[in-house]
């Protein structure tokens, strides 16, 4: 079977979409993300390719990565650079352009990534660079770490994402783009440089009403965080120094400034035609936050085939060999033979408690409840909630059956409220010793997500309410029948379906600064309810296993996340 690109990704549409964002996952040798925000976009571009959509990518080379994580044997976290070499996975594009940074010259040049959709249909990602010999010795770092810096060199970094993105995509003939898309507020300044454009020829100070309509038109915006603190913000001195006095003023000039800073998520959305925030409930959060914007809801999504482990893909190739092209058909998992999901389960399992002993030299053991829980390591993920009573936590092992826990994932450099949950996490696995064993994995990535998400018999997320935006780890999970145990926000609000496709922490009306309140509904769940279906009704938790991919893997895909962007944000067909 071939699914045909819909008539908004072919003929219909001759216009293209680039979609700009400060972090993009394709692959584990190419270490220019950090997390969920960076996977999105990759797996947002897969699918792009899968469905013949006319999409390009833009990014920075990030040299030197996120960084590599090292954790001691007390779980204090240090870094060092993700070093690796882009002459080994990218192709070098010949093309350069010129940016005006502090009134220098900053040159910056591309690499080329293709990916392959599963019909043949490629999209082109460009990687910028400024580690150019022309270049300063401080401009050649720009590209060289993600969130690394102070305001200064990020500011900096934004104008080669944004501005340089336009003139280099502009440099490489591709005139076609008539959609740009903002994922997340880093890349807004490519609206000014789209302004520039309209604008070319008569400067910056005539812009009008109809130019900034006129690049409003071709600008979509996703805003990702809830969170005020996650919106980068710029001193106004600190723009003019950088961006230089013309640009400076014709930002204030068009009311892009707030208290005095430049916000760029109200830069994003002043210029959007379009926003959205990732979930239903996060796009009520956002309105709340942005009262004077429409800002819609688009609930992400991940890459099917991409995050579905190679004892599942063998599975659905056998018995929904569609799946591939139409993430709808894996709806028809809920006839698939219990017996044969509880046995890629298996060998899920198996693959990832020997990566596992790989890892630590530990051997967890095959027949345990074993529950998964990686995420960014910051406060209000609350990774540490599920030790909030060890002895609550001994007893329930020692009544219903065993329990071990893997762990994984980085805290931000700075963020030391990150850190200390991971130390804190290190103290409950030492003082739980074997009662109930809990690994700590270091850096997380690509490779061992694939393995986390489809190995575990249970995905553990516990946010502070209403602070996740989306969440799209339960997302993988679901695709290999992991069932998610989590707090109701984010997505699983709209992917929950009690003792159906998971089982929630609370009702979503709790207090959300009681956490005692949230880990006693958390210890009741696994007590009695979930450890008993596991060890004492197997094939009812299979059941439970089934319908998670068949209710939740074939909706929270990015092929129906992108063929909504298409049919709401880049193409609408209300005009």
């Not at 950088?242 to 109200?266: I, S, W």
């Not at 688009?298 to 190679?310: D, E, L, S, Y």
């Amino acid at each position: 079977m071939n699914m045909e690109p819909s008539a908004s990704a072919k003929g219909a549409h001759p216009h293209s979409i680039a979609y700009f964002s400060m972090e993009v996952g394709l692959e584990p040798a190419i270490p220019t993300y950090a997390g969920g925000l960076g996977v999105l976009a990759g797996d947002t571009l897969r699918s792009a390719a899968d469905l013949g959509v006319p999409m390009v990518g833009v990014t920075l080379l990030h040299r030197k990565g996120y960084f590599t994580q090292h954790l001691d044997p007390r779980g204090n976290q240090s870094e060092t650079p993700a070093l690796w070499a882009p002459e080994e996975a990218l192709e070098p594009v010949p093309t350069r352009v010129t940016l005006d940074i502090e009134g220098r010259q900053v040159r910056v040049a591309a690499w080329r990534y293709v990916v392959r959709g599963v019909s043949g249909h490629t999209v082109a990602v460009y990687f910028l660079d400024t580690a150019l010999p022309e270049n300063s010795a401080w401009d050649q770092t720009l590209t060289d770490h993600l969130y690394g810096g102070d305001d200064h060199y990020r500011l900096c970094q934004a104008a080669v994402l944004g501005l340089g993105g336009v003139a280099m995509l502009r440099a490489l003939g591709d005139d076609t783009v008539g959609v740009h898309h903002m994922n997340e507020g880093h890349s807004a300044l490519l609206a000014l440089a789209l302004l520039e454009r309209q604008t070319e020829g008569r400067g910056l100070q005539s812009a009008t009403d109809a130019d900034m309509e006129a690049v409003r038109r071709k600008c979509v915006f996703t805003t990702h965080t809830p969170v005020p603190a996650g919106h980068d913000q710029f001193p106004v001195d600190l723009v003019r120094h950088v961006l230089g006095a013309e640009r400076a003023a014709a930002l204030e000039r068009m009311h892009c400034y707030t208290d005095g800073t430049l916000n760029m998520t109200y830069l994003a959305l002043r210029f959007a035609n379009y926003t959205n925030g990732v979930a239903m409930r996060h796009g009520e959060v956002s309105t709340d936050m942005f009262p004077h914007y429409p800002i819609n809801a688009i609930t992400n999504g991940v890459h099917a085939v991409t995050w579905t482990a190679p004892p599942f893909r063998t599975l659905y190739d056998r018995r929904i060999p569609e799946w591939r092209y139409d993430n709808h058909y894996l709806r028809y998992a809920v006839g698939i033979p219990l017996h044969e999901i509880q046995q890629a389960h298996a060998e899920a399992k198996r693959e990832l408690l020997d990566e596992v002993e790989k890892r630590t030299g530990v051997r967890l053991n095959q027949a345990a409840m074993t529950l998964g829980f990686a995420r960014r390591a910051t406060p209000y993920k609350r990774a540490d909630l599920l030790f909030y009573d060890l002895d609550r936590l001994r007893g329930i092992a020692r009544r219903v059956g065993p329990l071990q826990i893997i762990y994984a994932g980085k805290a931000h450099p700075w963020d030391e409220g990150g850190k200390v949950i991971i130390r804190r996490i290190f103290e409950a696995a030492a003082a739980l010793g074997d009662a109930v064993r809990v690994l700590y994995l270091e850096n997380y990535d690509m490779a061992l997500a694939r393995q986390l998400c489809a190995g575990v018999d249970l995905w553990i997320n516990t946010p502070q309410r209403p602070l996740e935006a989306s969440g799209t780890s339960g997302m993988k999970a679901a695709l290999n029948g992991v069932p998610s145990l989590s707090v109701l926000d984010g997505w699983w609000i709209e992917g929950h379906v009690e003792g159906i496709t998971g089982w929630s922490i609370g009702d979503g009306q709790e207090p959300p600064d009681d956490p005692f309140g949230e880990v006693t509904l958390l210890y009741a769940k696994l007590e009695h309810v979930i450890l008993p279906l596991f060890y004492g009704r197997p094939s009812a938790f299979a059941e439970v296993q089934r319908s998670a991919i068949a209710l939740n893997g074939s909706f929270f895909n990015t092929q129906r996340m992108l063929t909504q962007y298409l049919r709401n944000a880049y193409f609408p067909t209300n005009g």
